[in-house]
């Protein structure tokens, strides 16, 4: 039955990414949901994904934006299913790729939201104030512990933005993953690949702050949570869920004028890396990116940067007056 033999297909795609691949759960998650879908739209067809044809991918992405679903979640599936067909095609199942020559369209290509460096420092401005107010108020216990979650909210938030970390990342770094002394931080990004992140001096600073000022306090009245080797701490030495992460950085969002989470943290630090003349290959080491086709969304920033310098300073660049 076509079923069957789907099942199969995405069966031994799924173990070569859990195995050979080594990708994280919820990535493996990601792409069994959307490709279950897929599978299901050809077998209405009577068509196992071994033999669909490019036809029936366009059809597909067709049906999707029929049902009114946005430009970048089709771009995830059709990402899902180009490393099916990928796999099938290295592994001889399949001789010819349906996904070849199939054209994200403009309006799937949606650029990652960036905050400008005004609302980046606006961010971090008014967590740098929270602590001054903490600071200059009577020093009881509770503003103890505000200060001391104050001095770890800016730290996670000048990390998000100087490393362009994922927030699991900042959720799941450890203590022994900071090198302040050498100016980086061990990452452990998605498949448990690892990666060293530079940090700049605010960055580092606010790390040093946290540490000496602030852990310590937010961990305090905990029992075996103590000796915990994660580096940032909910209150009573609580492990730090990722939805809390985002919480504290929209909070903090809110002196900015502008909603943000820390994705847009993470494609800021890209952006403006780019916009100062960074090289895609660099974004890529830092954002941890295993294919350089995921940095490419910040080509436009490059060829903005790289218009403007031509511009600058081409004799030819600009159109000389007529003199009649």
Not at 58 to 81: C, M, N, P, T, W
Not at 131 to 156: F, I, P, V, W
Request: proline fraction near 2%; include cysteine; hydrophobic fraction near 40%.
């Amino acid at each position: 039955m076509a079923s069957d033999a789907n099942n199969r297909t995405l069966a031994s795609f799924l173990d070569y990414l859990r195995v050979e691949r080594g990708s994280a759960k919820l990535t493996i998650a990601a792409y069994a949901s959307d490709l279950v879908q897929f599978s299901e739209f050809l077998e209405k067809r009577r068509v196992l994904l071994g033999g669909a044809r490019r036809s029936d991918v366009r059809e597909y992405i067709q049906e999707l934006f029929s049902h009114s679903l946005d430009g970048r979640s089709v771009g995830r599936k059709l990402s899902a299913i180009r490393h099916l067909y990928r796999h099938l095609l290295l592994d001889g199942k399949i001789k010819k790729d349906p996904t070849l020559n199939i054209d994200l369209p403009k309006q799937w290509k949606v650029l990652p939201k960036a905050l400008s460096r005004d609302e980046v420092g606006a961010m971090l401005g008014e967590t740098k104030l929270c602590e001054t107010k903490l600071g200059a108020t009577n020093s009881h216990h509770e503003t103890a512990r505000g200060q001391a979650l104050a001095l770890r909210d800016r730290a996670m938030i000048e990390l998000l933005y100087a490393g362009g970390v994922r927030v699991s990342e900042v959720a799941d770094a450890r203590l022994e993953d900071l090198k302040l002394d050498m100016g980086y931080m061990l990452v452990r990004g998605k498949g448990d690949k690892e990666r060293m992140v530079p940090l700049g001096v605010p960055a580092q600073h606010a790390l040093q702050q946290y540490l000496r000022n602030g852990r310590e306090a937010v961990a305090r009245k905990s029992n075996s949570q103590g000796s915990s080797p994660l580096l940032f701490l909910g209150v009573r030495g609580r492990r730090l869920t990722r939805q809390r992460v985002w919480q504290l950085v929209g909070k903090a969002s809110l002196a900015a004028g502008r909603h943000a989470s820390p994705h847009m943290l993470r494609h800021s630090c890209a952006t403006h890396m780019v916009e100062n003349g960074a090289d895609l290959r660099t974004v890529q080491t830092i954002l941890g990116h295993s294919d350089i086709s995921t940095t490419q969304i910040y080509t436009h920033v490059a060829l903005d940067r790289l218009k403007s310098v031509y511009t600058k300073h081409h004799p030819r660049a600009k159109a000389k007056a007529s003199t009649g």
